[in-house]
């Protein structure tokens, strides 16, 4: 699989240059927040998106790490459909995870800690709670679609005072 990104193969600076370059190329209107981005946050962004791609221009779907997710999309709109059947209950949910997020101290902001606390929260609540309902909201609140790479990772990336701020819209 890797063959398909021999050229993205080089070590270090050079290898993060080149992927912004791509990101640039299918991303346009986002060229100065990708260029500004840190080499240490593109490290974890590259290869996040590089596993999950198929040809270049998909990078398009990960927008989202560098901009607010376009909820007036086609599949975004497709996605709220399945996410939010029942808007009331989506709200709470969304309510619970803002302060479960909220509550981790920044420094254990990581895929383990967000994964735990969400896992004993869908513990409590599973006789009326499926994983998908979690894990799918919060994932469209985050990225605007409820399909994607895990969410826990995708926060931890993120981090977690932009993870509040995109919540915070929909409580």
């Keep these: 699989m890797r063959k398909r990104y021999s050229n993205l193969e080089k070590d270090g600076a050079e290898k993060i240059k080149d992927f912004k370059s791509y990101l640039c190329k299918y991303l346009d209107h986002l060229k100065e927040k990708i260029e500004e981005t840190s ?3 593109m490290k974890e962004i590259m290869p ?6 198929k040809v270049y221009e998909e990078m398009k779907e990960y927008a989202f790490f560098f901009e607010w997710p376009d909820f007036k999309s086609e599949n975004s709109l497709k996605s709220k459909e399945k996410v939010q059947a029942d808007s009331l209950q989506a709200n709470k949910l969304l309510v619970e995870v803002y302060k479960m997020l909220d509550n981790i101290k920044d420094k254990d902001f990581n895929q383990v800690e967000i994964s735990k606390i969400c896992g004993e929260y869908l513990y409590k609540n599973k006789k009326t709670l499926k994983h ?5 909201l919060l994932r469209y ?3 605007g679609s409820h399909t994607g ?5 995708i926060c ?3 981090g977690k005072e932009e993870i509040l701020r995109r919540i915070n ?3």
């Design 169 to 171: 819209p929909w409580l």
């Design 48 to 53: 996040f998106i590089l596993d999950r791609i």
């Design 39 to 41: 080499d240490e946050k």
């Design 141 to 143: 609140v985050v990225s």
């Design 149 to 153: 790479g895990p969410i826990t990772k």
């Design 156 to 158: 931890e990336i993120l």
């Design 132 to 136: 998908e309902d979690l894990y799918h």
